[in-house]
Each structure stands twice: as structure tokens, then as C-alpha cells.
């Protein structure tokens, strides 16, 4: 029994050998596979407290596994020249491709086969604990972690850990009656257990991150996020020597939480090591943590844009029908401003109400404070960001697609024709992706870029129309968005949607950002495209206008380079005559030419009419572009 996880283990990490088309070991599998059949028929007469789950859903949940790993055994047996025939779509493909984070596989969750965790450590107290850890004694045992002591979760709050972001996140989570009950839903088992496996959602999917009950390297130096403690402020140096790197109450008894903290650590290559993760942490936002944790939709108003409005009391009511949870970040602060305004420069605040006038926020710190602070509408000129993440619960459907794009490290220093494929303006070589409506609906489209990719400057415009776009003044443009300094864009549609729609992707690096060793190599990006709606639609990828569709490659010489018209060597440039085979059903048919180049030169294209040698001009500026 105790052998589950590790086959769950073995299946997963050949589904992601499959993806990267690498070799999986046929024979460990099969032995897998013969372990996971002879389990079943012991269940009846044997134990099942070494997995941390009961005998009905372990059942189902080892029929689900065995039925998945029978499956992809046959279909590495039936490998050919075209690999192995396993996913189903180029999405579910991408999915595992992006499994690995940071030098670590974090593996897409399957609700149907779950998450086997063992349970088989040596159980220790928590006060023995910590006095292995001191003692260098890690491996004696592991401590139970109770993940129904709810108490007090209200007053955590983030020590010298750089993660304000995660602490305020979690901090609006468990301050909603709605929502607080969510938290303690992603980390499995949900119950008092010393092995967990935390369920986050980043790169297109929601995926495993297995830890145990363990304290992080670092203990003792007060890097931690912790409950609110009752010692006054001039003790906080001697706490910060004293103190273990957990959540715990003011009685010493260990905070849940602190394993979704240790899970964040891992997800961003850190192990356990918190005082290494305080050096090199980058840093996040709440508007991203908060849609790791629970999946909601984040948004982000720039509150210092005088272009960027934002409608408060509409957010109030949503806010208050606990449709949505907030947050406020700082940007850079003089040290007049900090003085003056009483904030923390570069620094998360969790939004956990409203004021009774519904004129202001109110705030918690997820720094020590004892007080939460009221921000008026009218003075969050303070602020740099307003984080809105949105509830997908009241949307119906739901569709993913994921993609990849190539991106130059550092465009400033390459101009070469390979910088990009063709110039002009022109869309053909960029991604794009048509959202096929059926039924008026509300359609709200999030893009991901997955981490680990390179910082890039991206910018998604939507057009009305089901075709592909091949210039930007081709169709009526419904928005543009661009890049925000984020991984996430999101496009909302909230009036009734009956027309379907094209985005077209357009990607390239974040000037000065050095992420390869070579100046001019590039590196692939990876992206999901999450579609929320209220009825079902559909993500394909566009086709042509126009039911035919031609392709020629030609080129210029110093003979073939005639100039404009007003040159008497206009005849010299590259001639093409295009004929329609006429029916009697259609006399006349709609074309469109378009003039590509890898070279930045001007070009222009003139079309005429040849009928009986007359030539007539078809074309002017107004139809050239």
C-alpha cells in the first residue's frame, strides 16, 4: 500500500518523458503496473492507514490510476516513427511540457485518480520537533500538522520573510466568510496528517507540489510568517532570535498555513531554505499569488495612470456580495512620503472592508500592526496598483488553450532579417486564436505567460471577426491591451457576446533583460489562454477570409528593382498575373493581395486589369496599405 505514491509517481513522470518525446523505461512501468493490480483485491483485508484516505475513495482512485497506466503502456508499445500517439490535443502536451519549475516537476492534478499521500513517518511531537531540528536531528520524525485549527487565522502576519505578497493573499482569503473555507480545500490531505501534497495553479493548470510537515531550513532567525504575538514592539529583536520559521498562535501551537508558505518556497526553487529565498526572491504581487492559491481572476488598475479609471462603488457592491477580493500595492516612496503617509514602500496590503460610508478601504498590513487603517477612495493616489481578483465561480464554462512563442533575448542589439519574419505591419505570423460563439454569453479571456519565461513585452488585440487577421486596419478592432508588468493580461467582455471574436499575440523581450548567454539567441515562451462564459463556446485557430489561399516566394535583384511609377524602370520590378476560372454560378469573386518582406525597405504593390490589354488601374492609396 505504502508503494502507491511512488507509482503514481512513476506514471506521472513518464507522461512527461512522452511530452518531451524522451525514452520511458517500458519495464519499470510494467512493474508498476503489476504492483497497482495485485493492491486492489487487498483491500478488503488489509490496512489502509499508510495512505491518507478511505478505502471508497481509494478504491476509485487506484481503478482511475490503473486504467491511466494501462492506457499509456499500450500506447508506448504502439510507438512509431511519429512517437508515441498519448495526449490528445497540443494544449494537454504543453500542460506537461511545462511541468518543470524552476529545476523541479510539479506535475497537472487529476481529479479523477487524486493524490496518493503517504503516511507512514514516524510521528513526534512538536515541542521534540524543534529540539531535533536545533539538535541537527532532522529525520527523527515529522510533526502532525491539525488542519482544522481555524483560530486566529485573522491575525497572521509576515515577520522578515520577503512575501508580503503571499501573506496579504492569504490574509483576504481567511477574512472572507465566503472564501476562507477555500484555503485549507489545496492542500490534500485535508486533514491532520506529517506528508501533504499543496494544489497551486500556475502554468495553464492546476498542479502538485508535495511537501511535509517539516520547519524550513533557517529556523531561528525569525524569517517567518507568524500569528500576531501580544509582545510589545521593543521585543521584536529578541523574538526574531527566538522564534521558529511556522505560523503559530500565541500559545506555540503550529498555523496550517505555514505549509502553503513552505509550498510557495519550493514552487519558486528555494526548497526549504527560507534565508537563501530572502537573497534571491524577486518578488511577486497579491494579484498573482492570489490566483496561485485559489485560481481567481486577477486585474490590476494602475492607480497612478491619470487615463485609468476605475468605477469604486461598483467594486464596493461586488466586494460586498463577496464576489471578488482585493488588495493594494506600493510602488517606490520618498522618505517624506513614507513619513507623511504612513506606508511601506514596494509593499502588498490585503483590502479586508469597507468603510460604513462606502467611501474608503480597510486595510490590514501584513506586517505586525496591531491596527488596520482606512484608506478613503479619494487618497489611493498613495498606491501604485488596486489588485481586483475576481471569483470564476459565477461563470458556467470554462476552456483552455495553450501556446508557445519564440522570443528574442535581446532585440536592441539584433536587427537582422531574423529578428522577425516579415514587416509591414502585418499579422500573419503571429498567434492567433478565434473565440467561436454560438450564444449571446459574457466572455472574460485571462493570458497567462507560464513561469520561468522570460520577461517580455506582450500585446493581445481582439478584432471582430472569425478569420485570420492579416493587418490591423483589415476589421473592426474591439480592444488592445499590453504588457502590465505581470504575467496575466486580461480582456473582459461583460456585455452579451454573438459575434465571434480573433486575438492576435504579439510578443518580444523586455528591453535589457538578460536571460541566455548568447546576445542573439532566443528562448520559447509558453502561454494559456483561460476563457471564462457563461455558455459554451469554442477556441480554434483561425483560417483564411476567403476559401482559396496562394503562397509565392520570389525576390529582388539589381535588374528586378524598377522603383515607383514615376520611374521609367517601373516595368523592371517583379510582375505576377493572377486569372479566375469564371462559372456560371459566380461571375465575380473578392480578392485580397498582401506584399510581405523580411527587410525593413518601403514597399508597394499596384493591381490591374488586363482584360483586352486595356490595363485599368484597380487599386490607389486609399486600397493600398
Known amino acids: 500500500m505504502e508503494n502507491l505514491p511512488i507509482i503514481q509517481e512513476t506514471l506521472n513522470a513518464a507522461q512527461y518523458r512522452v511530452s518531451i518525446n524522451k525514452d520511458v523505461d517500458l519495464d519499470e512501468l510494467k512493474k508498476s503496473l503489476l504492483q497497482l493490480n495485485s493492491i486492489l483485491p487487498l483491500l478488503n483485508t488489509t490496512e489502509t492507514s499508510a495512505i491518507s484516505l478511505t478505502t471508497t475513495q481509494l478504491k476509485n482512485n487506484i481503478k482511475q490510476l490503473t486504467g491511466l497506466g494501462l492506457d499509456l503502456y499500450q500506447a508506448l508499445k504502439k510507438k512509431d516513427n511519429n512517437g508515441v500517439k498519448w495526449f490528445k490535443t497540443t494544449t494537454e502536451t504543453l500542460l506537461w511540457i511545462c511541468s518543470k519549475i524552476n529545476d523541479e516537476l510539479f506535475f497537472p492534478y487529476n481529479r479523477k485518480t487524486g493524490v496518493f499521500i503517504p503516511n507512514n513517518c514516524k510521528v513526534i511531537t512538536l515541542k ?286 539584433d536587427d537582422s532579417e531574423s529578428w522577425t519574419d516579415i514587416n509591414n505591419d502585418c499579422l500573419l505570423n503571429s498567434i492567433q486564436l478565434t473565440v467561436k460563439i454560438s450564444k449571446p454569453t459574457r466572455v472574460w479571456v485571462l493570458l497567462e505567460r507560464h513561469m520561468n519565461n522570460i520577461s517580455d513585452n506582450i500585446e493581445l488585440t481582439w478584432f471582430e471577426t472569425d478569420a485570420k487577421v492579416w493587418q490591423a486596419n483589415q476589421t473592426n478592432k474591439l480592444v488592445r491591451l499590453t504588457s502590465n508588468n505581470t504575467r496575466f493580461l486580461l480582456t473582459r467582455f461583460d456585455n452579451l457576446v454573438d459575434k465571434s471574436f480573433t486575438g492576435v499575440f504579439q510578443v518580444s523581450s523586455a528591453i535589457g533583460v538578460d536571460n541566455s548567454s548568447s546576445s542573439t539567441s532566443s528562448k520559447t515562451n509558453f502561454y494559456s489562454l483561460h476563457v471564462y462564459s457563461d455558455e459554451p463556446i469554442e477556441i480554434v485557430k483561425p483560417t483564411n477570409k476567403y476559401s482559396f489561399f496562394k503562397n509565392l516566394t520570389d525576390y529582388w535583384t539589381p535588374m528586378q528593382t524598377g522603383g515607383n511609377w514615376l520611374f521609367e524602370t517601373y516595368n523592371n520590378n517583379p510582375q505576377f498575373e493572377i486569372e479566375f476560372n469564371e462559372s456560371q454560378q459566380q461571375q465575380t469573386a473578392n480578392l485580397m493581395v498582401g506584399l510581405l518582406s523580411k527587410r525593413t525597405i518601403q514597399l508597394n504593390i499596384s493591381i490591374f486589369d488586363n482584360t483586352h490589354n486595356k490595363f485599368k488601374f484597380l487599386t490607389d492609396s486609399a486600397t493600398r496599405s
Open 128 to 413: 521534540q520537533h524543534r529540539i531535533d531540528q536545533l539538535q541537527g536531528n532532522m529525520k527523527l520524525g515529522l510533526p502532525v500538522v491539525d488542519l482544522e485549527d481555524n483560530k486566529d487565522l485573522v491575525n497572521l502576519y509576515q515577520d522578515t520573510l520577503v512575501n508580503c505578497s503571499l501573506v496579504s493573499s492569504i490574509l483576504s482569503v481567511v477574512s472572507s466568510q465566503k472564501h476562507c473555507h477555500k484555503l485549507n480545500k489545496i492542500i490534500i490531505p485535508n486533514e491532520s496528517s506529517t506528508q501533504f501534497s499543496v494544489l497551486f495553479h500556475m502554468n495553464g493548470i492546476t498542479r502538485i507540489v508535495p511537501i511535509d510537515s517539516s520547519f524550513p531550513e533557517g529556523n531561528g532567525n525569525g524569517n517567518s510568517v507568524r500569528e500576531k504575538s501580544d509582545k510589545k514592539a521593543e521585543d521584536q529583536e529578541a523574538r526574531n532570535q527566538s522564534s521558529s520559521i511556522v505560523l503559530k498562535d500565541i500559545n506555540g501551537i503550529v498555523k496550517w498555513p505555514y505549509l502553503i508558505e513552505k509550498a510557495y518556497i519550493k514552487l519558486y526553487g528555494f526548497q526549504d531554505n527560507y534565508l537563501k529565498f530572502n537573497e534571491q526572491f524577486r518578488g511577486s504581487n497579491f494579484g498573482n499569488d492570489l490566483f496561485v492559491l485559489l485560481g481567481f481572476i486577477p486585474e490590476f488598475f494602475s492607480l497612478g495612470d491619470l487615463n485609468t479609471f476605475v468605477d469604486f462603488k461598483e467594486l464596493a457592491t461586488h466586494f460586498n456580495n463577496e464576489e471578488l477580493l482585493m488588495g493594494l500595492g506600493t510602488g517606490d516612496l520618498t522618505d517624506d512620503e513614507i513619513l507623511k503617509f504612513g506606508l511601506v514602500p514596494n509593499h502588498d496590503y490585503s483590502v479586508i472592508g469597507l468603510t460604513e460610508e462606502l467611501d474608503g478601504l480597510v486595510l490590514k498590513n501584513p506586517w505586525l500592526n496591531k491596527r488596520d487603517s482606512i484608506v478613503k477612495f479619494s487618497d489611493l493616489f498613495k498606491f501604485n496598483v488596486l489588485y481586483v481578483n475576481w471569483c470564476p465561480d459565477s461563470f458556467q464554462c470554462y476552456q483552455n488553450h495553450s501556446f508557445f512563442q519564440k522570443v528574442k533575448s535581446h532585440p536592441e542589439k
